[in-house]
């Protein structure tokens, strides 16, 4: 069964920091670029930042960029977001997902919209 497994999400202050993993099972992940992607309640799905095959390129979303890193090691099978000086809009659902066709800035900027592979979520909450 190939599937995406988040986690690393829970409950943190503002200014706060977490680090997301993305886990992929049933399939290697260094075919594919990967992009976390988030939601909060009421919003549309926001692409965070992206990633390529071989991690030699990566976007951000404005809203994120200087306090998210995307990173990956393939030897893991495992996609990371390191997240620094969270604020309260970060508050939100945090999805991975997968593409084979999909070039790192299309994904993040379309959303996600066309990703082959999807996680279920994990939640990450910004407050005091």
């Known amino acids: 069964q190939l599937q995406l497994v988040e986690s690393g999400g829970g409950l943190v202050q503002p200014e706060g920091s977490l680090r997301l993993s993305c886990a992929a099972s049933?399939?290697?992940?260094?075919?594919?670029?990967i992009g976390w992607f988030r939601q909060a309640p009421g919003k549309e799905r926001e692409g965070v930042s992206c990633?390529?095959?071989?991690?030699?390129?990566?976007h951000y979303a404005d809203s994120v960029k200087g306090r998210f890193t995307i990173s990956r090691d393939n030897a893991k099978n495992t996609v990371y977001l390191q997240m620094n000086s969270l604020k309260p809009e970060d508050t939100a659902v945090y999805y991975c997902?997968?593409?084979?066709?999909?070039?790192?800035?299309?994904?993040?900027?379309?959303?996600?919209?066309?990703?082959?592979?999807w996680g279920k979520g994990t939640l990450v909450t910004v407050s005091s």
């Open positions: 997902a997968a593409t084979l066709g999909l070039t790192v800035q299309a994904m993040c900027v379309s959303r996600g919209y066309g990703m082959d592979y």
């Open positions: 049933g399939f290697t992940l260094d075919s594919y670029a």
């Open positions: 990633i390529s095959r071989r991690g030699t390129r990566t």
